[in-house]
């Protein structure tokens, strides 16, 4: 049980964090901090998931029905969260593109392209190999992302 308790400890230290960085890009930006603002950066934060404006949207006003949450506020704290590197997206051409925090560890992604379901895996060697073929060819990485695309398993059993 220490463990839960730990971890709901280290959780609520780095969004304390998180927060407070995020208060700091607004205020960067001549922008208000608002409780709109705020519930999104949260349910970015409490989600497992890759999110679309739209879903991000309307998880939201599930969540909080009283709170006046606008789409267009939902499309511009994305796009100062993307352009900050708080958050990173995966794009799918005419269908837009699904977010995710940033903040997590490094990972890649199997994309379904019948479903869209996204699988999120590490894999060492992977990320060895790519640090080697960049020194090999003398060059600085900065950042990285892969994106495989496929059909995932229960598509493939339709």
């Known amino acids: 049980m220490e463990n839960v308790h730990t971890d709901f400890n280290d959780r609520t230290i ?15 930006n001549n922008l208000k ?12 934060y409490n989600s497992d998931e890759h999110l679309t404006p739209e ?22 704290t994305l796009a100062l969260l993307e352009d900050s590197n ?9 269908q837009g593109k ?22 999120e895996f590490v894999d060492e060697e992977i990320e060895k190999r790519q640090h080697a073929i960049a020194d090999t060819l003398k060059f600085q990485m900065k950042d990285h992302s892969m994106q495989i695309y496929g059909v995932c398993y229960e598509c493939q059993q339709k």
């Open 33 to 44: 901090f608002t409780i709109q603002r705020e519930v999104i950066l949260e349910t970015l």
């Open 55 to 76: 879903a991000l949207h309307h998880l939201i006003q599930e969540k909080h029905p009283d709170l006046k949450t606008g789409i267009a506020t939902v499309y511009r």
């Open 14 to 28: 780095a969004y304390k964090q998180l927060l407070s960085d995020f208060k700091e890009l607004l205020k960067k």
């Open 86 to 94: 708080v958050v990173t997206s995966l794009s799918f051409g005419a």
């Open 98 to 119: 699904k977010y995710e925090l940033g903040a997590k560890e490094h990972h890649d992604h199997l994309i379904c392209t019948e479903c869209g379901k996204i699988t």
